[in-house]
């Protein structure tokens, strides 16, 4: 067993959360679940499997995650990010107890090669394999950045190392789900794209390769600094057919034309569409905390 906590956000996750909790029991030494009130049995499973639970109302993944950081009674050496949704498969569990106690004082944080599991099929190609993602790192050398939306692990003192094991996403609802999840990731980014224009309120800004994946970085610079200049009717078509055909999505055979269409150019047009209706919405609005409060009544969201 490893010198680690693990940290998970939970709403409703009754379907997912004890196979998450079961995917990192062969090295985990706690497991901190932070909850945003679920009204399913996600709690009563959570502390029926050892888990410690706090709740804490929702506002933003990135600042419910933080609060479980700052809040959580965390003592180990290492700490790591899971979503509910996400396994941990043997062979990478079995990395993490053998290599995390021997990594050296050098090294601040862990990437993992993530897996995404779309109704069944493993989306290898498209570009969404591997997704290196930083996901472990030394108590108090991480925090995750501050945004509504694309938010990463940012950690510092040191090195990150790459683990090769098994990591996946695979989320067990279904099409509705994943469109109305998706339909909310949109109201998201949009604020976050409109946040970056009109600089409303804090936003990390920078994402380096020092402090993170280098590839997440790329792709951070390529999106804010390329793709969000460019209208959304043409960079959301252009998108998916450089995922499709250029990435070879076309591999992925009918759940990748799914998949890829409905994440690759669906939503990136949706996003589009939504910052164009809520731009001109606050077009005539000059004051930064009028914006904010107009972009709360108009989206739902708690935007501070």
């Known amino acids: 067993m490893a010198d680690i906590s693990i940290l998970i956000l939970t709403y409703n996750e009754e379907k997912h959360i004890a196979r998450a909790l079961k995917s990192v029991a062969p090295f985990a030494k706690q497991v901190f679940i932070v909850d945003s009130f679920s009204s399913d049995g996600t709690v009563e499973i959570a502390r029926s499997m050892g888990a410690v639970v706090l709740q804490n109302k929702f506002i933003n993944y990135a600042k419910q995650f933080q609060w479980g ?24 569990a079995k990395e993490i107890a053998e290599r995390l106690p021997l990594c050296g004082e050098d090294v601040a944080g862990v990437n993992f090669k993530r897996k995404h599991i779309f109704m069944g099929r493993w989306i290898r190609f498209g570009g969404r394999y591997p997704l290196i993602l930083t996901r472990i790192w030394r108590r108090g050398q991480g925090r995750i950045e501050d945004r509504w939306m694309d938010e990463h692990m940012i950690v510092w003192g040191g090195r990150t190392v790459t683990f090769q094991g098994g990591f996946s996403d695979c989320n067990m609802n279904d099409l509705t789900f994943f469109t109305e999840k998706h339909n909310r990731y949109a109201t998201r980014e949009a604020i976050d794209v409109i946040n970056q224009r009109r600089r409303l309120f804090a936003r990390d800004v920078d994402l380096s390769s020092d402090e993170t994946s280098w590839q997440a970085a790329i792709k951070r610079f390529i999106k804010e600094q390329v793709y969000n200049r460019i209208p959304f009717q043409v960079s959301a078509l252009l998108y998916f057919l450089y995922r499709y055909f250029i990435q070879l999505g076309f591999l992925d055979r009918t759940e990748g034309l799914i998949y890829h269409f409905l994440q690759g150019f669906w939503y990136r047009f949706l996003v589009g569409a939504k910052i164009l209706e809520l731009e001109r919405s606050i077009a005539h609005l000059e004051d930064a905390g009028q914006i904010k409060v107009e972009l709360s009544r108009l989206t739902g969201l708690r935007i501070e």
């Open 69 to 92: 950081l700052d809040n959580a009674p965390i003592d180990t050496t290492w700490v790591m990010r899971l979503d509910a949704d996400e396994i941990i498969e043997p062979d990478l």
